[in-house]
């Protein structure tokens, strides 16, 4: 019921930028539109799923790893439906694939929390 797409990953160089989008759909979406919390996710290869940041309902307040903090920034758009995560200065640990998620629990760095993911987009950083 609920669709969430990811895109803008890539591959970039160390210290480069990237910024990713995640844009919601479906039948939840089409009665209450953006009306939730927002998060950002990311997971290496043989990683638990790590918090990234997150994001209230009106985009009035967001949240962030300390792993990110200063380089990240979350931002969304409810009109267009889109969640947004700029990342500068970004390092080789930082290849992931990141993924958004809806929940219920605005500023919530508990994937538990979040019904609702998309499919991620791939992130690589080269050194």
């Known amino acids: 019921q609920v669709q969430l797409v990811e895109s803008g990953g890539g591959l970039v160089q160390a210290g480069g930028s990237l910024r990713l989008s995640c844009t919601a759909s479906?039948?939840?979406?089409?009665?209450?539109?953006?009306?939730?919390?927002m998060g950002w996710f990311r997971q290496a290869p043989g990683k638990e799923r790590e918090f990234v940041a997150a994001?209230?309902?009106?985009?009035?307040?967001?949240y962030g790893a300390d792993s990110v903090k200063g380089r990240f920034t979350i931002s969304r758009d409810n009109a267009k439906n889109t969640v947004f995560l700029r990342m500068n200065s970004l390092q080789p640990e930082d290849t992931a694939v990141y993924c958004c998620?809806?929940?219920?629990?605005?500023?919530?760095?508990?994937?538990?929390?979040?019904?609702?993911w998309g499919q991620g987009t791939q992130v690589t950083v080269s050194s």
């Open positions: 479906g039948r939840t979406f089409s009665n209450y539109g953006m009306g939730y919390g």
């Open positions: 994001i209230n309902r009106d985009g009035g307040t967001t």
């Open positions: 998620a809806v929940t219920s629990f605005a500023g919530s760095r508990s994937d538990s929390d979040y019904p609702y």
